[in-house]
């Protein structure tokens, strides 16, 4: 299972960015999807997952603002952010999970993309 995420970039305060993982595996639809972040000097934070069946889970810190959403045909899932602020500034990760429990650590994790950086200014 490989994952190539894209879509990261530089924004002001208060825009968006979506962001996209391409996965390559013939049984996408079998993997729950996350998304995960890390900024410099910082623990790895879960920032949202999306379960085999489209249940969506979201952290704190993110909830209201940012959107994930799968698309099976395409073996694509996104993360749309809205409304961005600084902090948002980080290494953004997609990763795939074969389990049906909700993660919100990123050991439960099997298969990771590369990241993308968004960077977010005031």
């Known amino acids: 299972v490989q994952l190539q995420a894209s879509g990261g970039g530089s924004v002001q305060a208060g825009g968006s960015l979506r962001l996209s993982c391409a996965v390559s595996?013939?049984?996408?639809?079998?993997?729950?999807m996350g998304w995960f972040r890390q900024a410099p000097g910082k623990e790895r934070e879960f920032v949202s997952r999306?379960?085999?069946?489209?249940?969506?889970y979201y952290g704190d810190s993110v909830k209201g603002r940012f959107t994930i959403s799968r698309d099976n045909a395409e073996n694509v899932v996104y993360l749309q952010m809205d409304s961005l602020l600084p902090e948002d500034t980080a290494l953004y990760f997609c990763a795939a999970d074969s389990g049906f429990n909700i993660r919100r650590d990123s050991s439960g994790y099997a298969y990771w993309g590369q990241g993308t950086q968004v960077t977010v200014s005031s």
């Open positions: 999306i379960s085999q069946g489209g249940a969506t």
């Open positions: 595996t013939g049984s996408f639809r079998s993997y729950a």
